[in-house]
């Protein structure tokens, strides 16, 4: 598992994101409500609609382009629709500097 | 054992029955079809849609091979029986093949009626009965040019209006004074051949048919007065004789055609009949109603199963010619007795009569609205007593006026009422089955229910019966700015929002008891409208409410990129801004340059953190092609280059676009000005369409040219071009205070009605009490883009955060 520095919170407005490209993929990483943060995979199982420009409403966000509801919390798309998205853990320091726990497992999750 | 049933007649009748019998029981019968003609049963009523082209052949298909197949019928396509054998139950076909049967159910339907004049038996004359005689028609059109059609009934026109489209000139011989004078009025007629006329028909009224002319091939009718009209097309369309050619030697009774009981049963045991064949109490219809509810009894019958057998029918009938609307249904001729309730609007080009007896509804003709007709003929068909209420009842909601879309009214439509008058469907069981199998378009409802599958006249009722049932469901929640978050509508939201001065979503999802507490993707965006809209200085634009679009000040595409669309005013622009656009678009790699529908420039394909730069390196407002906003003022050049041009369109479309640009609006807004009536800017179909007048202007609302096309309706006319400012201001305001969020004016303004608005519009006083609210709103308005590339936190939004390298790279 990597540790990998991706941000400061403070660059990240509360119920909007940033995205980051790791390892060549491409995550969103959101701030919800509370201040916590959270990081999946920006693709929609969809049609590969970008998440990070979604609405988030408390922890899911719905995609942009056909409206399915995400949970950030375990990557899995809301009924009716089915999928899911590879979801990240994130940890904050003292000095607010982000950091994404980056694993090989969790690529195939 | 099964039982053997034989078929004779795969048409309409017959197979609607066996379709019933395999539904009923499955199991009990054997069963072989015969069927002259070499097709697989299809809709003859759409022969006339197939003629007028709105149809191909493969759409009227009923039952493909494939259903015979799987349902184990043996079917004889092009097979006609010839002889029947009662004595020893079986019968014989053209091509020799014998069939016993247990039971046989004769639907051998009718025979067009020929004239019997000299002549008649020439190439180039024929009848309107089958895939044939549509086939013989549409060669004939590629060939010849003059058609002549005997017979001004429903048939005779649907194949004269089929000809006409097939590029002929056509004339139809009628020996009446009147058209359809079995259906119709007088008056109706009359409206009726007005409008056939204008759609090209020629009559040639009150004339017998003496002789049909040529050598070979038909050249011409001759009259008995002496005239002639040329023809190298003859159809005749002046009755059908039921077919009873085949009972004829069995020692089956016939009359006119073949004679029923109420169980259709003849009286030689195990023989039946359904459809245009058969006689019940002394009547052979014509129509598909009636033959559908026979082949029901007889179903039950053959099954076993008890029922009330068949009592006769009340008929109705539409004539399928587009643009033209006819009912008629029961007895449409005042007589002494019957007392009318008559309704005729020269402008509308609508009459309406319904016919009373003794309390009763007997009958109605309507022609160019035809909305009522199916509360109208539930009245003719049940009998209900309405003495005393004749006019409330018979007049009802909104008889008089013209209602727009067939879906209009069905909301007050009763369960029991018919919806599909060919198949019997009523609204309760359209509704039932969209609830019960979850069905959301017309087609899955036909396939279910039968609605619509006949002569399709019914399609925009059924469709409205799903709008109305789904909509009181969710699917239309979204429209309306309230969610599964919470149960209150769009005008109690606001209330509230106003009552107690509410500021903040959060504020409204707290007090209001939201069921999310952050709301949804639908609610969100549109809470942060309401609050916008009421408390425009107090409320501070919530950006992570706004759907993408609207946040990014572009249009995301489907591949994450956007588009870029700056303001263009008027659609008039010069070559210094059309080389920058260029210049830009080249700098920028820019995949797609294109020309919208509103007269401006798409950048396409541009990746979100291109944006900030292109808008800077641009350096125009935003054209705001992404937002619930006012998109685009489309003008045509009006009086500075048109010879027509009665004023400057240009100048006011740019001045209309300055004033109202970025304001937020509950949809998208689109204007036009057109400087004289030619239009040419299409102001008409717009949300807010300005056309010039000679010292004047017209105001339209309402237009859309979208999924729902609608032209709008003329509200205004005013003199100056500062009464246009104020009433297109005082018009947007009412609009922004009164509309859903996501509804767009065209559903607006029937929501509400047009009355209401004119009203809320009509002294100068409430106009300008609009205009000052729209004014505090728009002199907050700043430019996106600029504000976007000023603000470093706004802008840094668009930057991706910087890329790591990982160990474990990803697949
Ligand atoms: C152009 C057109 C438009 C119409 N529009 C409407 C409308 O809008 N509304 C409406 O209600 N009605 C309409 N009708 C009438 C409607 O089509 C008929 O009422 C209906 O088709 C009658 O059904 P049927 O089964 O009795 O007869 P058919 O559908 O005519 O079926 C009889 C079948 O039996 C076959 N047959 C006959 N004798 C034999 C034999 N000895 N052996 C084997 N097969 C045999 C025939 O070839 C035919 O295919 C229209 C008709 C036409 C032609
Ligand atoms: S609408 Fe009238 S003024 Fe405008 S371009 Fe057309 S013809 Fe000319
Ligand atoms: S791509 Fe996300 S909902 Fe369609």
Not at chain 2, 63 to 87: E, P, S
Not at chain 2, 350 to 373: C, N, P
Not at chain 2, 763 to 769: F, H, L, S
Request: charged share 25%; glycine share 10%; hydrophobic share 40%.
């Amino acid at each position: 598992m990597e540790r990998i520095m991706v941000a400061r919170a403070s660059e990240i407005p509360a119920l909007r994101s940033r995205t980051v490209t790791v390892g060549g993929m491409e995550i969103a990483i959101f701030k919800l409500s509370s201040g916590e943060l959270r990081a999946i995979e920006n693709r929609c199982p969809h049609k590969n609609g970008k998440l990070s420009e979604g609405i988030v409403c408390d922890h899911h966000v719905f995609c942009p382009l056909h409206d399915w509801k995400i949970n950030m919390k375990d990557g899995l798309v809301q009924a009716p629709d089915e999928g899911c998205v590879t979801t990240f853990s994130v940890e904050v320091d003292e000095e607010g500097k982000v950091y994404l726990l980056w694993e090989k497992g969790s690529l195939s999750a | 054992m099964k039982r053997k049933l034989v078929l004779v007649g795969n048409g309409m009748a017959g197979v609607w029955c066996v379709e019933h019998i395999l539904k009923l029981a499955p199991q009990q019968f054997d069963i072989t079809i015969f069927g002259a003609e070499p097709h697989p049963n299809y809709n003859r009523i759409l022969l006339s849609s197939v003629l007028a082209g709105d149809s191909s052949m493969k759409d009227i298909v009923l039952n493909d091979w494939d259903w015979y197949r799987d349902n184990n019928i043996a079917f004889h396509a092009g097979q006609a029986v010839t002889k029947l054998d009662t004595a020893n139950k079986q019968v014989v076909s053209d091509k020799g093949i014998t069939v016993a049967y247990d039971e046989l159910i004769l639907a051998t339907g009718s025979l067009p009626f020929m004239l019997p004049i000299p002549g008649a038996d020439k190439e180039g004359v024929i009848a309107f009965r089958d895939i044939k005689d549509c086939e013989t028609m549409m060669e004939t059109a590629k060939q010849y040019k003059k058609a002549v059609v005997i017979g001004g009934g429903l048939l005779g026109l649907e194949a004269a209006r089929g000809l006409l489209n097939l590029n002929m000139e056509v004339s139809v011989v009628h020996i009446n004074n009147y058209l359809m004078e079995r259906q119709l009025d007088e008056t109706a007629s009359r409206m009726l051949q007005v409008e056939l006329e204008r759609q090209g028909m020629k009559f040639l009224l009150e004339k017998q048919t003496e002789q049909i002319v040529g050598k070979k091939r038909v050249t011409g009718v001759k009259f008995k007065d002496g005239s002639l009209a040329e023809a190298d097309l003859v159809v005749m369309a002046v009755g059908i004789r039921p077919n009873v050619a085949l009972a004829k030697e069995s020692g089956i009774e016939l009359n006119r055609g073949i004679v029923v009981n109420d169980y259709l049963q003849t009286n030689v045991p195990n023989v039946y009949a359904v459809g245009e064949c058969a006689e019940h109490r002394g009547v052979a219809y014509g129509l598909v109603a009636p033959l559908y509810e026979q082949g029901d009894v007889l179903a039950k019958k053959l099954c076993g199963l008890e029922c009330e057998g068949y009592q006769g029918s009340v008929t109705s009938t539409k004539l399928k010619v587009s643009g033209v609307d006819v009912f008629s249904g029961g007895q449409y001729n005042d007589e002494p007795g019957t007392r009318a309730i008559k309704i005729q609007d020269e402008f509308e080009g609508i009459y309406k009569k319904v016919l009373v007896r003794e309390g009763k509804v007997v009958g109605a003709v309507m022609f160019g609205d035809t909305s009522d007709s199916s509360r109208i003929f539930k009245l003719i068909r049940t009998g209900e007593d309405i003495s005393g209420r004749e006019k409330e009842i018979v007049l009802g909601e909104g008889f008089g006026g013209k209602s727009g879309s067939g879906g209009a009214g069905v909301e007050s439509m009763s369960d029991d009422e018919i919806v599909c008058g060919c198949n019997g469907v009523t609204k309760g069981a359209i509704v039932k089955a969209i609830q019960e199998k979850g069905l959301t378009s017309v087609e899955e409802i036909k396939a279910c229910t039968n609605a619509s599958r006949s002569c399709g006249g019914c399609k925009p009722l059924v469709a409205g019966v799903l709008n109305c049932t789904l909509g009181e469901d969710a699917v239309t929640a979204a429209k309306e700015g309230v969610c599964g978050c919470t149960t209150l509508d769009r005008d109690e939201v606001v209330a509230a929002i106003r009552s107690m001065h509410l500021t903040t979503s959060k504020e409204v999802m707290h007090v209001l008891e939201w069921n999310n507490p952050e709301g949804c993707s639908k609610c969100r965006p549109a809470l942060n409208y309401y609050l916008g809209m009421a408390w425009p200085v107090e409320h501070a634009e919530e950006r992570e409410s706004r759907f993408v679009n609207e946040r990014n000040h572009a249009n995301i595409q489907k591949d994450g990129t956007y588009s870029v669309i700056p303001r263009i005013y008027g659609g008039v622009t010069s070559p210094q801004e059309l080389k920058k656009i260029a210049e830009v678009a080249e700098k920028y790699d820019v995949p797609m340059v294109k020309f919208t529908g509103g007269q401006r420039i798409d950048l396409l394909g541009v990746k979100k953190e291109d944006l900030p730069r292109m808008w800077e390196d641009l350096d125009m407002p935003s054209g705001y092609g992404y937002g619930k906003a006012l998109r685009t003022v489309k003008t045509c050049v009006g009086s500075t280059f048109c010879r027509f041009g009665t004023q400057d369109s240009i100048s006011m479309g740019i001045e209309l676009e300055k004033r109202f640009e970025r304001l937020n609006t509950p949809a998208k807004v689109k204007m036009a000005v057109s400087g004289c009536p030619r239009n040419c800017a299409e102001a008409t179909i717009k949300d807010f369409g300005v056309v010039a007048i000679d010292g004047g202007w017209e105001l339209y609302i309402g237009g859309n040219g979208g999924v729902r096309v609608r032209a709008s309706d003329l509200m205004w006319k005013v003199k100056t071009e500062e009464e246009v400012f104020e009433y297109s201001a005082a018009f947007m305001q009412y609009y922004r205070e009164s509309a859903k969020w996501n509804e767009r004016t065209s559903e607006w303004v029937q929501r509400v009605g047009l009355d209401i608005i004119r009203e809320a519009l009509d002294t100068e006083e409430k106009r300008k009490a609009l205009v000052a609210r729209i004014d505090e709103a728009l002199n907050l308005m700043k430019d996106p883009w600029k504000e976007i590339i000023e603000t470093p936190e706004l802008r840094s939004m668009f930057e991706a955060l910087p890329e790591k390298e990982a160990a474990a790279a990803a697949e």
